[in-house]
């Protein structure tokens, strides 16, 4: 999400999400984002671009508010949007309190078909206890470990670890901040499932990104 601002013009996430979850206003905000996110979602896939899934942050307050699941199952409800095609994302922040309530809720939202990811693994919480416990889906390796790795060792190691880690518990990975293509190749050696970064693509307004989609169609 990004704030058009009248005056300052284009503001990052970075400048404001931080004070929205402070404040409270996350978590209209969240729930907006997921309605949209939902949304825009469906309307591709109903333009012939495949079976596109979206992720979705979710803020720690988020987490915790007792109508979150019908939340989401209303946004899922009004879009049409197959719920195998929403995943969650959440940071290592967000699950270090009360785990057993956070692992039920995740468990609810799974049964109706949702995914659930770890954002920015390996720097947060710094625990693997709780993946044994935490009913998710997918580790997105933390751009810090992904920036210059192919020039340290030990990113390499700890990346090589978490793929490793990721596979034994059956979950996808998923490596953050990809740059260029030498990174692209060493990723792919070292099993990452999927890459996500400027070499993909920069962040893209909904215009832009139904290009980019019809490019890759063509």
Known sequence: ?????????????????EIAEENGLISDLGAFVLYAACQQTKAWQDQGFGDLSVSVNLSPRQL???????IIIESIAESGLDPQYLELELTESALKEDIQGVSERLSDLRDIG?????????????S?????HLPVDTLKI???????????????????AIVVLGSSLDLKVVAEGAENEAQLDLLRELGCD????YYVSKPLGKEAMQVLLQQQSQ
Do not use: M
Request: aromatic share 10%.
């Open 194 to 197: 999927y890459v996500q970064g």
């Open 1 to 17: 999400i990004r704030w058009r601002h009248p005056e300052r013009g284009l503001v990052s996430p970075q400048e404001f999400v």
């Open 142 to 160: 933390d751009r810090e470990f992904i920036t210059n790795i192919e020039l340290s060792k030990e990113q390499q190691a700890i990346t090589k």
């Open 128 to 132: 693997l206890s709780y993946l044994r």
């Open 64 to 70: 915790l508010e007792p109508h979150l699941k019908s």
């Open 114 to 126: 949702i995914k659930v990811s770890v954002d920015d693994f390996g720097t947060g919480y710094s």
